[in-house]
């Protein structure tokens, strides 16, 4: 009796998704994107405007709570409809994973660089956002996320119809090469996200330099651009 994996095929086939799907999508997104902007911002202003104590954890309770109680920040959705689909990730003081198998620690928030990682499943819909937050920040730090952001832009411009996943990996260190920035080529993770729908992350659609399943019209992507272990210049 031979066994065969079939899993990239039902990746490939539950890749595409339906006008249904897609808007499905589009509002676990909105939510998503709205605890992050009603839910997580006022909170950290705060915490860094009256220089409160928490710690990452506990601000992270306080997030999933959102997501999974909307109306706390007085959006009408129901609460059976939605779940967090995973426990938020909140980093800060120098100690950064950007893999999404990242915890949020137990110690206090440091006001220097945060990053906050969240994600709302609507209906059985997953969606996904990241931020980076700046305080007075190094210049080289500064400027090294700019290059980032424009990365991000390139990779973006890589979604198209046909061509093959790695082409968005690829897009980036393009663009790192192009802009004199080839030295941080290195600090990339080993790949720039993955698809997402009911499942948060697909592990056959992964946006690595070598993955080459095509890209079709339907497809969702959770796109998530970084740098690891960038040394800071000391001038």
Do not use: W
């Not at 997501?67 to 779940?83: A, C």
């Not at 411009?157 to 192009?178: I, N």
């Not at 070598?210 to 651009?225: C, D, E, Y």
């Amino acid at each position: 009796r031979e066994v065969v994996d079939v899993a990239g095929g039902l990746s490939l086939a539950m890749a595409q998704k339906d006008e249904e799907e897609l808007d499905l999508l589009k509002k676990s997104a909105v939510l998503t994107n709205k605890v992050l902007k009603h839910g997580f911002i006022p909170k950290i202003e705060e915490v860094i405007d009256q220089e409160i104590k928490i710690a990452h954890d506990t601000l992270a309770t306080d997030i999933e709570s959102i997501i999974e109680d909307p109306s706390k920040i007085k959006l009408k959705v129901p609460k059976e409809d939605v779940e967090s689909c995973y426990f938020p990730i909140i980093q800060s003081g120098g100690n950064f994973d950007i893999k999404v198998s990242a915890q949020s620690s137990s110690d206090n928030i440091a006001y220097d660089i945060i990053m906050v990682s969240l994600g709302a499943r609507y209906k059985t819909y997953c969606s996904n956002i990241a931020r980076t937050f700046l305080i007075d920040p190094p210049k080289y730090v500064s400027d090294t996320y700019e290059t980032l952001l424009a990365l991000q832009n390139a990779c973006v411009e890589a979604f198209v119809p046909g061509r093959p996943l790695k082409a968005v990996y690829a897009a980036a260190v393009d663009y790192l090469t192009s802009s004199g920035n080839e030295p941080l080529v290195k600090h990339l993770p080993k790949n720039l996200g993955f698809a997402i729908g009911l499942d948060f992350r697909d592990p056959v659609l992964l946006l690595s330099a070598k993955n080459t399943a095509i890209i079709r019209s339907g497809m969702v992507f959770n796109l998530s651009t970084g740098f690891s272990n960038v040394e800071l210049d000391d001038a």
